[in-house]
């Protein structure tokens, strides 16, 4: 057996986040859907990012804010993605290095500026992402290493990453290394958009059994499956992925892996500020249940605490150590 160095080694967009408030008219006039990720070009964060208002800027990145709670947790993680050699290609470089995550794919020239998400957080805590990949989506699979997967016990894909070519076959790159390994294979839906684009291709990954773990929202899973509610979704999904992962926002989360099924309910909060990261950081806690053999129940419950800690404020990564917070779950 390989030597299992990492507990998960996470490949996903290298992106800094820029957050603001705004209204329900802002987000019209600029033609956004509430909720919603939309991909936007270079042009298009320029203009929006004039018409922001005062933000804040940190790494951010889906699959990036997954291994940054892990981290927070105790657990250790890698995480492969493309930056640009410039200033926030830097950034976010440091950022996460900082964290205690392993992170050496090289800056590159000539593929653009690193990737920055847009976000825009309306007063009901829901976030609107604009996201302009730039060199986040020129990763190849150069960047993927097959002994570097080979010392994960886990391998966590991010679904926003798997629109460009590129990015796409260096995570089927390292699917092979990870089949070969016996390493465990978990990917995240990321978005209804992502399902709608991709539908045939992520049915053939569950068919080939190429995923281990599914991470998907209610809305994702009725997406995937064409169905109009939860429970048909998981009807149709569970027989195809070992371990089928369903979050429910204020309504919990549950986990079905063979006969077994498991329903957690929502972490109370004080106060809600901002959704950025719920779903990142909910695949953060059940993954390091994963990885310390909890179970199903325990996994989950682990998920919503580190959901519930990022949701009280702006951000999408942890604040409060994750792993004092998990208390007697981890020990």
């Not at 603001?20 to 600029?30: G, Q």
């Not at 990015?167 to 016996?182: F, N, S, T």
């Not at 719920?278 to 059940?286: I, K, N, Q, T």
Request: proline residues 3%.
């Amino acid at each position: 057996m390989p030597d299992r160095r990492l507990d998960v080694l996470a490949i996903g967009n290298a992106i800094v986040d820029v957050i603001a408030d705004a209204d329900d008219p802002f987000l019209a006039a600029h033609g956004m859907h509430k909720g919603a990720m939309q991909l936007i070009d270079e042009g298009q964060a320029t203009r929006l990012y004039a018409a922001m208002g005062p933000g804040r800027e940190e790494s951010g990145g889906s699959a990036a804010n997954t291994v940054a709670g892990l981290a927070s947790l105790g657990l250790n993680a890698g995480f492969i993605g493309q930056i640009a050699d410039d200033q926030l290609g830097t950034i976010f470089t440091h950022d996460i290095r900082s964290l205690g995550v392993e992170f050496g794919t090289e800056p590159r020239n000539g593929i653009g500026a690193t990737g920055r998400c847009l976000i825009l957080v309306t007063s009901d805590a829901q976030r609107t992402m604009n996201t302009f990949l730039g060199a986040a989506q020129m990763l190849d699979a150069g960047a993927v290493d097959p002994v570097h997967v080979r010392q994960a016990a886990i391998l966590y894909l991010e679904g926003y990453l798997w629109d460009p070519e590129g990015p796409r076959a260096a995570m089927y790159k390292a699917m092979d290394a990870a089949r070969e390994a016996g390493t465990k294979v978990a990917f995240t839906l990321s978005d209804s958009f992502v399902v709608e684009r991709h539908r045939a291709d992520l049915l053939r990954l569950l068919d080939e059994r190429r995923i281990d773990i599914l991470f998907a929202n209610q809305v994702e899973a009725e997406a995937l499956a064409q169905v109009p509610d939860v429970e048909s979704a998981v009807t149709a999904l569970k027989e195809k992925v070992e371990t089928l992962v369903v979050t429910r926002h204020e309504h919990g989360a549950l986990a079905i892996r063979g006969g077994e099924r498991a329903d957690v309910p929502a972490e109370p909060i004080r106060d809600l500020v901002d959704t950025t990261g719920a779903g990142d950081l909910f695949a953060a806690g059940f993954l390091a249940g994963e990885a310390h053999g909890l179970g199903l129940e325990r996994s989950l419950r682990l998920g919503a605490i580190c959901a519930a800690e990022v949701i009280q404020h702006y951000g999408a990564r942890p604040e409060a150590n994750l792993r004092a917070l998990a208390g007697d779950l981890l020990t």
